[in-house]
């Protein structure tokens, strides 16, 4: 499972995959960035903004069994979450929005899978994901109740906005579980009358 910094690098590889593969020669100036609910008050002239909305404990996974590590420590079992993304695209020009827009879900649509060396990849830490670790991006379709909700939230009118959902995010627990030895015998101490 990986190390809690593991939210943060989720959004940024998301953001690193998108800078990838978007054509810079059509977008030259095209930024893409983790945004909080101020930076919609004056947002970008042109690019992808990515904003964690909702964390939730993945209801699957919530009861699974401690773990054993490689150091062959047990430690609680690890915490399994599934992060919920608004991904807003922005352009002065409606046509480029709409490219960008497409370009964005049909990257996303094709690579649904982000593998440990991706996620390693695009964040300041290193090694965060063990090698075998991935975590998938599902698009989330959001209601028009959600969607007034983040407008009012935000006090602005957003432009085209999808959702997506980053599951299941395992975060290492660091509390060992002290275990003990397996019961040997049964003693049996009944009244005798």
Known sequence: MAKAQAVSAIGQTVLGLLADNIPKN????????????PDFQSPMD??????????????????????????GITRRSPLPLDLHYLLTVW??????????????????????????ERLNNFGPEQDVFRPNETIEITFNSLSLQDVSNLWSAFKVSLPVSIGYIARVVGIDSTIPVEETAPVQTREFNFAKT
């Open 46 to 71: 042109e690019g992808v903004s990515l904003f964690l909305y909702r964390v939730e404990i993945n209801a699957g996974l919530r009861n699974i069994p401690n773990q054993t590590g490689l150091d």
């Open 26 to 37: 059509d977008f030259p100036n095209a930024r893409f960035e983790l945004y909080q609910p």
């Open 91 to 116: 352009a002065k020009d409606v046509v480029k929005q709409q490219r960008i827009l497409g370009l964005v879900m049909q990257t996303l649509f094709d690579a649904p899978v982000l593998s440990a």
